[in-house]
């Protein structure tokens, strides 16, 4: 079964940078493309960033040109690098298929705050 692995959150200022990870194990096929979603308290969650094979991104409008999402195939990651983080990216954070094919990992919380 492919699990999936995320790491990297933290308690970060207003205007400050961190970087996610995401480790999936087990095999998925390579067409698939993969996923960031947060989750803030209360709400619904949504996608964030998503990438495909051929590395075709695609953002929430409120983080283009801040967060950049990447994927290492051959190591089975995909990365978050966040920057100019605002108090409204508050949130888990979770990796998963586009798709929303696999089952939900633990999350990486992300807390925005001076």
């Known amino acids: 079964q492919v699990q999936v692995v995320e790491s990297g959150g933290g308690l970060v200022q207003p205007g400050g940078s961190l970087r996610l990870s995401c480790l999936v194990s087990?095999?998925?096929?390579?067409?698939?493309?993969l996923a960031w979603f947060r989750q803030a308290p209360g709400k619904e969650r949504i996608r964030v960033a998503s990438?495909?094979?051929?590395?075709?991104?695609d953002y929430l409008p409120s983080v283009k040109g801040r967060f950049a999402i990447s994927r290492d195939s051959a190591q089975n990651r995909i990365y978050l690098q966040m920057n100019s983080l605002r108090p409204d990216d508050t949130a888990a954070y979770y990796c998963?298929?586009?798709?929303?094919?696999?089952?939900w990992g633990q999350g990486t919380q992300v807390t925005v705050s001076s």
């Open positions: 990438i495909t094979i051929t590395n075709y991104t």
């Open positions: 087990g095999h998925i096929p390579d067409i698939s493309a």
């Open positions: 998963n298929t586009d798709m929303r094919d696999l089952s």
